[in-house]
C-alpha cells in the first residue's frame, strides 16, 4: 500500500504563483495553508492580504479574503474580528506594508490585544515597486534609493518592529523566523501554527516575522540570497521568541 | 420609546444609528463632532452585540469601518473636516470595494486646521468622490433635528441598497443644536435584507473576496462603467429637496443645511414686507436634485446661492440650470455664520436691483 506523504494543501488554490524565482512568498503562502488545513479552521478564516508583492494572496488562499489599503491590514482585521470573533483572522503584510505606512495601525491592534494573527514577511526592500528601501533595509544594503548603501545617519537604521510590538501590552506571541533552509522552514510552519493557536485560545496579538529573501531587488541569484538571509540579515535581525504568553501552548 | 425627546443634534445621529442597525463604530476625536462619538461609546457598551473602538487616527478608524462592513455589520465612523481629508483613503476604498458604510462630517472652518465654528467648506470634497479615483459618495445634508434622525436611518439603507459608502454632512451648528426628535422603532436586525457578499468565512459555499486591484485595465474599466450604472441609478432614485414658498416666487435661495435655517428666517422677513422670495433646499448634495431646479426655472429666472463658503455648491447649481436662470452667490467662509438680517439685506438688494418688484 502507499503511504501519501505529501499532497497539495486544500487551502491552496491550484494556481502558478505569480513570485519571482527564490522568492520566500511562494514557500510562506504554502506553510499558511498547510498550517489552516492541519488546524482545520479554513472554513473559519478570513484573510487580509497587503499592498505590495503578494496583494495577490487571494489568488492562492482559497479562504475568504478581504483586500486592506497599503498598511492598514491590523485596522481592517480589527474591524472583521471584532464583528465575527469567532472566525479565524489573519493578515499578510511585507515590511514596507506593516512597518513603514503601516506601523501605527500594527503597533496600536496589537496594543489594544487584537485577537488576530500577523503574518509579516521581511525581506528588507520594497519588492513590488522595485526595491526600494524599506523600514528594514540593513546598514549600508543597496536599494534603489539608497544607491550608495543605506547611511544610518541620513536613512535611519533598521525598524526591529517585532521587538517593538513584543512591548505591547496586548501581544501574546510574536517569533522571528526565517524560510533559507529546510530546517527553518519546518520551524516557520511551527511558528505559524503556534500563532493562529494563540488566536484559537483568544490570547491576544500573535505576530510571525518572517525573513524572506528577495533575489531580484537583492539582485542576487537564489542561492546566494538565501545565504545572505542567513548571514546578514539575522544579525540585524536574530531568529527568535520575542514574546510568547503561552509557553505551553504547542 | 416614541416619545418626542429633546436631544443635542450628535446624540441624534447616534441614537438613530444604533436604532439603524449600526452595530460597529470607530472614530477618533476631534471638535465639533465628539458628542457623537462619545454618545456611540455608551450605546454599543449597553448593546450585546455592538462594537466601539476609539481608534488611533481618522484613518485606522475608517479602516476599521471597512473591515466590518466586508463582516456585514451595518457600520459608522465620523469626523470633523481635517479628519475626514484623512478618511478619503478609506472612502475610496469603500466605493471600489462596493462596502455599505456611514461617515457623519460634522465640517469646521478650514482650510487646513481652520477652527471650530460651523462651515460648509467641504462641499467639493463630499460631492466630488474626495477620495483618489472615478466614484461618488451620496451625501445627505440634514437641517434640524427630526431630519437627522430620519436622514440616518436612510444613510443606512442607502449605503446597503447601493452597496457605497453614504456621507451625512452636518456642521457644528447642527451637531449642537438641541431640538425636539421623534425617532423611529429600532429596525429588527434579522429582517434586513441577506448580504449575499459578505467575508465570514467559505463554509459550505466558495471562498469569496472582496478587493480594488484590477490589474487588467479592460476589467477595470467594466468595474467603472459598473460603478457608473450605478451611479446612474442613485441619481434617478433618491435626488431629494425641500420647496418653502417657491410656486409663486420671483427670486430663489438655494441653501442647504444651517445655511438653509438662516435662508429661512430671512425669506420670512422679506415675505412679510411683499418680496416673493422663496427657498430651495437641497437634501441630497450628491444625487443634486437638478430636476426640481429646472423645473423651478420654468417660473423662477434668479437663484441666489447662500452658503457658509467662498462659493461650492453654486456650481451645482449653474450646471443644473445650464443658464436658464441667472444665478447669483452669496457666502462667508471661516466659520462665520449669517445671520438673517445680513442675508435679508443682500436678498433685498438684489431684489431691487433685477427689479422683480416690477414683474
Known amino acids: 500500500m502507499a503511504t501519501k506523504v505529501f499532497e497539495w494543501p486544500r487551502y491552496l488554490k491550484k494556481a502558478v504563483f505569480h513570485y519571482c524565482p527564490g522568492c520566500g512568498h511562494s514557500i510562506i503562502h504554502r506553510l499558511v495553508a498547510e498550517v489552516i488545513d492541519e488546524l482545520?479552521?479554513?472554513?473559519?478564516?478570513?484573510?487580509?492580504?497587503?499592498?505590495?508583492?503578494?496583494?495577490?494572496?487571494?489568488?492562492?488562499?482559497?479562504?475568504?479574503?478581504?483586500?486592506?489599503?497599503?498598511?492598514?491590514?491590523?485596522?481592517?482585521?480589527?474591524?472583521?474580528?471584532?464583528?465575527?470573533?469567532?472566525?479565524?483572522?489573519?493578515?499578510?503584510?511585507?515590511?514596507?506594508?506593516?512597518?513603514?505606512?503601516?506601523?501605527?495601525?500594527?503597533?496600536?491592534?496589537?496594543?489594544?490585544?487584537?485577537?488576530?494573527?500577523?503574518?509579516?514577511?521581511?525581506?528588507?526592500?520594497?519588492?513590488?515597486?522595485?526595491?526600494?528601501?524599506?523600514?528594514?533595509?540593513?546598514?549600508?544594503?543597496?536599494?534603489?534609493?539608497?544607491?550608495?548603501?543605506?547611511?544610518?545617519?541620513?536613512?535611519?537604521?533598521?525598524?526591529?518592529?517585532?521587538?517593538?510590538?513584543?512591548?505591547?501590552?496586548?501581544?501574546?506571541?510574536?517569533?522571528?523566523?526565517?524560510?533559507?533552509?529546510?530546517?527553518?522552514?519546518?520551524?516557520?510552519?511551527?511558528?505559524?501554527?503556534?500563532?493562529?493557536?494563540?488566536?484559537?485560545?483568544?490570547?491576544?496579538?500573535?505576530?510571525?516575522?518572517?525573513?524572506?529573501?528577495?533575489?531580484?531587488?537583492?539582485?542576487?541569484?537564489?542561492?546566494?540570497?538565501?545565504?545572505?538571509?542567513?548571514?546578514?540579515?539575522?544579525?540585524y535581525f536574530p531568529l527568535k521568541v520575542i514574546k510568547d504568553l503561552a509557553p505551553d501552548l504547542k | 420609546m416614541n416619545d418626542k425627546m429633546l436631544m443635542r443634534g450628535s446624540h441624534v445621529i447616534g441614537e438613530a444609528a444604533v436604532r439603524a442597525g449600526c452595530r460597529f463604530y470607530a472614530g477618533y476625536p476631534i471638535t465639533p463632532q465628539n458628542e457623537l462619538t462619545e454618545y456611540m461609546a455608551g450605546a454599543m457598551a449597553r448593546l450585546e452585540d455592538g462594537t466601539f473602538i476609539q481608534a488611533e487616527s481618522e484613518l485606522a478608524a475608517v479602516n476599521m469601518v471597512i473591515g466590518a462592513a466586508m463582516a456585514g455589520a451595518r457600520a459608522m465612523t465620523s469626523s470633523s473636516s481635517p479628519g475626514v481629508s484623512l478618511k478619503q483613503e478609506g472612502i475610496s476604498y469603500l466605493a471600489a470595494q462596493e462596502l455599505p458604510a456611514v461617515i457623519v462630517n460634522t465640517m469646521r472652518g478650514g482650510p487646513g486646521l481652520g477652527n471650530i465654528a460651523p462651515s460648509q467648506g467641504d462641499y467639493f470634497q463630499a460631492t466630488r468622490g474626495g477620495g483618489h479615483g472615478d466614484y461618488r459618495t451620496i451625501v445627505l445634508a440634514p437641517a434640524s433635528g427630526q431630519e437627522l434622525a430620519d436622514i440616518t436611518r436612510k444613510a443606512f439603507d442607502y449605503a446597503d441598497t447601493y452597496r457605497t459608502p453614504v456621507m451625512i454632512l452636518g456642521d457644528g451648528m447642527i451637531g449642537q443644536m438641541m431640538e425636539p426628535v421623534v425617532f423611529p422603532e429600532p429596525l429588527d436586525l434579522k429582517k434586513l435584507p441577506p448580504k449575499p457578499w459578505i467575508l465570514d468565512g467559505a463554509k459550505g459555499r466558495p471562498s469569496r473576496i472582496i478587493r480594488s486591484l484590477l490589474l487588467d485595465v479592460s476589467v477595470e474599466e467594466d468595474q467603472n462603467w459598473k460603478l457608473v450604472r450605478k451611479y446612474e441609478q442613485i441619481t434617478r432614485e433618491i435626488p431629494a429637496a425641500e420647496k418653502y414658498l417657491t410656486d409663486d416666487a420671483r427670486l430663489v435661495v438655494v441653501a442647504y443645511g444651517t445655511a438653509a435655517r438662516i435662508a429661512k428666517g430671512a425669506i420670512k422677513r422679506m415675505r412679510d414686507i411683499g418680496l416673493k422670495v422663496g427657498l430651495l433646499r437641497p437634501i441630497t448634495l450628491w444625487p443634486f436634485p437638478n430636476r426640481i431646479l429646472v423645473e423651478m426655472s420654468r417660473w423662477v429666472r434668479h437663484f441666489l446661492v447662500y452658503e457658509m463658503s467662498t462659493g461650492q455648491m453654486v456650481e451645482d447649481v449653474r450646471l443644473g440650470l445650464e443658464g436658464r436662470s441667472q444665478v447669483h452667490f452669496y457666502g462667508r467662509p471661516g466659520g462665520v455664520v449669517s445671520t438673517p438680517e445680513e442675508l435679508s439685506k443682500v436678498i433685498n438688494t438684489l431684489y431691487h436691483r433685477q427689479n422683480l418688484q416690477e414683474e
Request: glycine share 12%; aromatic share 6%.
Open chain 1, 40 to 235: 482545520g479552521i479554513g472554513e473559519r478564516c478570513i484573510g487580509v492580504p497587503p499592498a505590495g508583492c503578494a496583494v495577490l494572496a487571494y489568488n492562492y488562499f482559497d479562504v475568504d479574503m478581504g483586500e486592506a489599503p497599503h498598511g492598514r491590514g491590523a485596522a481592517v482585521a480589527t474591524g472583521i474580528k471584532r464583528v465575527l470573533p469567532d472566525r479565524i483572522v489573519f493578515t499578510y503584510q511585507g515590511d514596507g506594508d506593516i512597518a513603514a505606512i503601516g506601523t501605527a495601525e500594527t503597533i496600536h491592534a496589537a496594543n489594544r490585544g487584537e485577537n488576530v494573527t500577523v503574518i509579516f514577511v521581511n525581506n528588507g526592500v520594497y519588492g513590488m515597486t522595485g526595491g526600494q528601501m524599506a523600514p528594514t533595509t540593513l546598514i549600508g544594503q543597496n536599494s534603489t534609493t539608497t544607491p550608495g548603501g543605506r547611511d544610518i545617519r541620513r536613512d535611519g537604521a533598521p525598524l526591529n518592529l517585532s521587538e517593538m510590538l513584543g512591548i505591547a501590552n496586548g501581544s501574546a506571541y510574536i517569533e522571528r523566523t526565517a524560510v533559507s533552509s529546510p530546517k527553518t522552514i519546518r520551524h516557520t510552519k511551527k511558528a505559524l501554527t503556534k500563532a493562529f493557536k494563540v488566536q484559537m485560545a483568544g490570547l491576544g496579538f500573535s505576530l510571525v516575522e518572517i525573513l524572506s529573501p528577495c533575489p531580484t531587488n537583492w539582485k542576487l541569484s537564489p542561492v546566494d540570497a538565501v545565504k545572505w538571509v542567513d548571514e546578514s540579515m539575522t544579525r
